[in-house]
T-cell receptor, first 115, second 113 residues
């Protein structure tokens, strides 16, 4: 149980385009989902927290207009990187947790390369 | 501010040897503590977690961790390492608002045959 998927697993796009990454909880209802960014050989940096049906809460320094997060259902959250630039290239990982649970379950990650 | 520290960036052990990965936390109250493992290019897999109760926690793949309040530590141990344990290990602390986790810097484990 507690499986989280991400799609796509890797994406290459041109500078200036937008990219959408999906995060799904497959066997539980995720009232809260988290989006992280991980640079090579570094730890995970929390970008934002999203609760189903509410606006996402962004961490300091994360541009909410650039990284659009939608959590429209209890099993799906999306991260859209708008007008992507090469510096947005990174590994993006989502996690999900159920209500009143403290454990986060992580997706396999999405590697984004912006040319 | 809450923080989690993993003092060792890289550890190398021989296959069959014992392993201990260090994790220190700084929280006002007892946090929820987790250990995750990440293989290259993959997401994080939960190894074990501590919320309360018995301070020695058993996890998957033969791992265990001990919560020591006096030392603000939650070190991960394994009595005999296998080559497949080579990966990066992250210690995380939570229990704050919205269930956010704070991760340590990670420890890369290399296993020599």
């Amino acid at each position: 149980g507690a499986v989280v998927s991400q799609h796509p697993s890797r994406v290459i796009c041109k500078s200036g385009t937008s990219v959408k990454i999906e995060c799904r909880s497959l066997d539980f209802q995720a009232t809260t989902m988290f989006w992280y960014r991980q640079f090579p050989k570094q730890s995970l940096m929390l970008m934002a927290t999203s609760n189903e049906g509410s606006k996402a809460t962004y961490e300091q320094g994360v541009e909410k207009d650039k990284f659009l997060i939608n959590h429209a259902s209890l099993t799906l959250s999306t991260l859209t990187v708008t007008s992507a630039h090469p510096e947005d290239s990174s590994f993006y990982i989502c996690s999900a947790k159920a209500a009143s649970q403290e454990t986060q379950y992580f997706g396999p990650g999405t590697r984004l390369l912006v040319l | 501010a809450q923080s989690v520290t993993q003092p060792d960036i890289h550890i190398t052990v021989s296959e069959g040897a014992s392993l201990e990965l260090r994790c220190n936390y700084s929280y006002g109250a007892t946090p929820y503590l987790f250990w995750y493992v990440q293989s290259p290019g993959q997401g994080l897999q939960l190894l074990l977690k501590y919320f309360s109760g018995d301070t020695l926690v058993q996890g998957i793949k033969g791992f265990e961790a001990e919560f020591k309040r006096s030392q603000s530590s939650f070190n991960l141990r394994k009595p005999s390492v296998h080559w497949s344990d080579a990966a990066e290990y992250f210690c995380g602390g939570g229990g704050t608002s919205y269930g956010k986790l704070t991760f340590g810097q990670g420890t890369i484990l290399t296993v020599h045959p």
